[in-house]
């Protein structure tokens, strides 16, 4: 059921995530299922598996702030950044954009989107600069692509656009008529950003913007990407599997594991006091580059990422937390308010030091 107030929709579950005037976006018990495809066997009678990549999800992101997804490998951040962008639709959930629902989990259904609207104002700079960029296109035409799909502009303005992106993320004119072949890494990703800002969007998802990078090109790029987000008052959701590219350049921070989210809030809270075992232990790992600030681990991380497809049964960290106790293996953690605008997945949240 939905109801209309004013130009905004709401869907009208009790469940659902309040939308506020300041988000942008929230998605809400988002789910994201890949059927197992197996060989051709008329007589196989066993029933399908899922590879569940994305689990109950819901995230809110804040109008010109970003929000950091962070988790190791495989944990489900590509697939939630293509199911918010409806790349690849979600399974199930809601997602509420700009007051706008675009996807309505009732069935599944994709919403009558506006794609063209939906895109000039949501664009993705997607993982791999090498694959994402066409090797055959000029920078300026990479640059120009989408702005030719998604604004009814004439060529002139699309050109000025491509000059004006191209000098935002500090390439020359020199950059315009090369091929990405003739690019380092950290050009590549500098156009990769330029395409995704020319067409003036609102909200930019960064996957792994710097993973590809060397350090101190990574930390240009950072550094890019504040300033971008100031001059043209950016929300971003960045993904990352490093904390401190996550603490360096982000308000609110979602701890995925497995799919799930196991502990989200403020970033600054979250690093200084966190509350799930995994998130300790991410931080505890995190390279230090001060040896005086050094500590020596206090959660050690034992054994390997579970499998998506047969989870383990309760908490799906259970068999590599050095805490876990009975109720762990037994009873899936909700995620619960642990203190103010902190939430974690854990039973054990208020006992562990
Ligand atoms: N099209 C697909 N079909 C089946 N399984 C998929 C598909 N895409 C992703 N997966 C699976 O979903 C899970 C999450 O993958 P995803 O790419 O979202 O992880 P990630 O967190 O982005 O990892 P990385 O940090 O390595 O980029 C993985 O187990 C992956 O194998
Ligand atoms: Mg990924």
Known sequence: MLSILGRIEIVSLTDMLEVRDEDILVASHLKKYYRIRRGFNPFDRSKPKFVRAVEDVSIRVPKGKTVAILGESGCGKTTLAR????????????????????????????????YKKLYR???????????????????????????????????????????????AVGLSQEHAYRLPTHLSGGQKQRVAIARAIAPQPRLVILDEPTSALDASVQAQILNLLLSLQTNYNLTYILITHNISVAEYLSDFLVVMYAGSVVEQGPTASVIANPRHPYTKTLIASAPIPNPLKRTLLTTEII???????????????????????QICREKIPELRE????????????????
């Open 83 to 114: 199911a918010i962008t409806l790349l690849s639709p979600p399974t199930s959930g809601h997602i509420i954009f700009d007051g706008r629902v675009i996807f309505d989990g009732e069935g599944g259904k994709l919403r009558k989107v506006n």
């Open 121 to 167: 104002d949501m664009q993705m700079v997607f993982q791999d600069p090498d694959s994402s960029l066409d090797p055959r296109l000029k920078v300026k035409d990479i640059i120009a692509e989408p702005c030719k799909g998604l604004l009814d502009i004439e060529k002139e303005a699309i050109d000025a656009i491509v000059m004006e992106s191209l000098k």
């Open 303 to 325: 054994g390997e990422v579970p499998s998506v497809i047969n989870p383990p049964s309760g908490c799906k960290f259970n068999p590599r937390c050095s805490y876990a106790e």
């Open 338 to 353: 642990i203190s103010p605008g902190q939430f974690a997945a854990c039973h054990l949240a208020e006992k562990i030091p």
